[in-house]
């Protein structure tokens, strides 16, 4: 399985963004996908998870209200629409699948993940 994810750039403060996540292999189907962040010098860092199933959904603290993921059947792909971005959001942005059947408690460990994309950069600038 190979996970693209794309719809990274500059943006001001304030402003959106939506990333999408596609896979290319295999559908979805079965697996749970989340998306993470990290930033130079930092740990990578969980902000949301979809279960394709279901569509049952966890977020981080810093994605509450800010951040929505959802799933397109149609398209096979995974989306985060991201709003009122703060400079602090700026990170590359991966997408990944797990096909373990996670529980909500497990989505948040990137251990759990299977297959990882290859990033998108998200830069806010202020």
């Known amino acids: 399985v190979q996970l693209q994810a794309s719809g990274g750039g500059l943006v001001q403060a304030g402003g959106s963004l939506r990333l999408s996540c596609a896979a290319s292999?295999?559908?979805?189907?079965?697996?749970?996908v989340g998306w993470w962040r990290q930033d130079s010098g930092k740990e990578r860092e969980f902000i949301a998870f979809?279960?394709?199933?279901?569509?049952?959904?966890s977020y981080a603290d810093s994605a509450k209200g800010r951040f929505t993921i959802s799933r397109d059947r149609a398209k096979n792909t995974v989306n985060l629409q991201m709003n009122s971005l703060r400079p602090e959001d700026t990170a590359v942005y991966y997408c990944?699948?797990?096909?373990?059947?996670?529980?909500?408690?497990?989505?948040?460990?990137?251990?759990?993940?299977?297959?990882w994309g290859q990033g998108t950069q998200v830069t806010v600038s202020s």
């Open positions: 990944a699948a797990s096909f373990r059947g996670l529980i909500m408690s497990s989505a948040r460990q990137p251990s759990q993940y299977d297959y």
């Open positions: 292999g295999r559908t979805f189907a079965g697996s749970s």
């Open positions: 979809v279960r394709w199933s279901d569509g049952g959904t």
